[in-house]
């Protein structure tokens, strides 16, 4: 048998190689204050999908963290010739996973993936590319899908001069009334032409910023044929309607679903 302090030498010795691939391959940390924080989420098979992605040009450079949430990491990066991007990457080793096993596996486009923890944090990060690329081509306002492999999702850099658009919560509109009205129109052209639900819709996932509101944060999103597809649109109606409850008039939550299932209601 093995020891185990030999075993975390040869993943050490494995990491490092990689680390060096990485830097041959020409991307750049950029700093080491940063490079210890990556050392927190990147296992060896980040590392590997990483590598990928930079040896494929996709990335050229990573940057500081912008958010650390349940299930992922997100940081700036840059892409192209030095455009600004964002890496989303879903933790492996420490991330919240039972709350997606729910979501995918009630999912018609996801039924045949197997189970393990594993395969379940690479199909959502494949299906959060997949539904931002379904929302962009319907035109709605999201991060521009850029690439993906395994745990790791590359998307548009959605802020200003480096410094991300603030969420909803941190930026209160100025016109609540205008606001309520672009998120609701946000949820039904999401349902009627992208035929999405976002599934965790609330201040936290939307950001404001270039004069509009931004939706952000797919990964769970089900089309209308999911069986908790309604259920999950309603809960959306009840997170928008208690923000702006308090700020302006709002609308009747069963009416405003009825309003954006239409004939859905009725099929059997
Ligand atoms: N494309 C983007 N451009 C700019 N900032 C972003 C972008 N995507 C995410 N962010 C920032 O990172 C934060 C976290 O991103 P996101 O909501 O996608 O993941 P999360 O909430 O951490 O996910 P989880 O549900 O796994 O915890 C966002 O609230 C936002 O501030
Ligand atoms: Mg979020």
């Keep these: ?78 892409h192209g010739e030095g455009e600004d991007c964002v890496i989303k990457i879903y933790r492996i080793r420490t991330g919240n996973f039972n709350a997606m096993s729910d979501y995918i596996l009630g999912d018609p486009r996801f039924s045949n993936i197997r ?55 941190l930026d209160p509109p100025d016109d609540p009334e205008a606001a309520y009205t672009e998120c609701l129109d946000l949820i039904t052209r999401l349902y009627q032409k992208a035929r999405l639900v976002h599934g965790d819709l609330s201040e936290y996932n939307i950001l404001s910023g270039g004069g509009r509101l931004w939706l952000i944060d797919m990964g769970q999103a089900v089309t209308p044929d999911h069986p908790s597809a309604h259920r999950f649109l309603f809960r959306d109606i009840r997170n928008i309607n208690r923000y702006f409850g308090n700020r302006c008039t709002i609308h009747d939550e069963h009416e405003i679903l009825r309003g954006i299932v239409g004939e859905d209601f009725f099929t059997p």
Aim: net charge positive; charged share 35%.
């Design 1 to 78: 048998m093995r020891r185990r302090g030999e075993e975390t030498k040869k993943t050490d010795d494995r990491i490092e190689a990689l680390d060096r691939k990485l830097s041959e391959s020409g991307i750049r940390i950029r700093d080491s204050d940063q490079r210890k924080v990556l050392d927190e989420v990147f296992d060896e098979v980040t590392l590997l999908a990483l590598y990928k992605l930079a040896n494929k040009k996709v990335i050229t450079a990573v940057g500081g963290s912008i958010s650390t949430g349940k299930e992922a990491n997100v940081f700036a990066a840059e």
């Design 115 to 169: 189970k393990t923890k594993k395969e379940i944090i690479f199909a959502w990060t494949k299906k959060e590319y997949s539904n931002l690329s379904r929302a962009q081509e319907a035109g709605l306002p999201v991060p521009e899908p850029i690439a993906f492999d395994r745990n790791i999702l590359i998307m548009g850099f959605l802020g200003e001069d480096g410094v991300p658009y603030p969420q909803l919560r």
